[in-house]
């Protein structure tokens, strides 16, 4: 794992910890939900 990023924000009036990292080609984003720390989305993308 590579590029750990988390910072906390904004998202719809919901206050979230956006996280983004690194794995092999992958890139992972999530919002996670700073109160019950619940995966509000989540995204995979393949860097080619």
Do not use: A, P
């Not at 009036?13 to 720390?37: A, H, K, L, P, W």
Request: hydrophobic letters at 25%.
């Amino acid at each position: 794992m590579t590029g750990l990023h988390c910072h906390k924000d904004y998202d719809d009036g919901r206050e979230v910890y956006e996280v983004e990292f690194r794995q092999g080609r992958y890139e992972f984003s999530y919002d996670i939900d700073v109160n019950n720390y619940s995966v509000l989305e989540w995204d995979k993308d393949f860097d080619d």
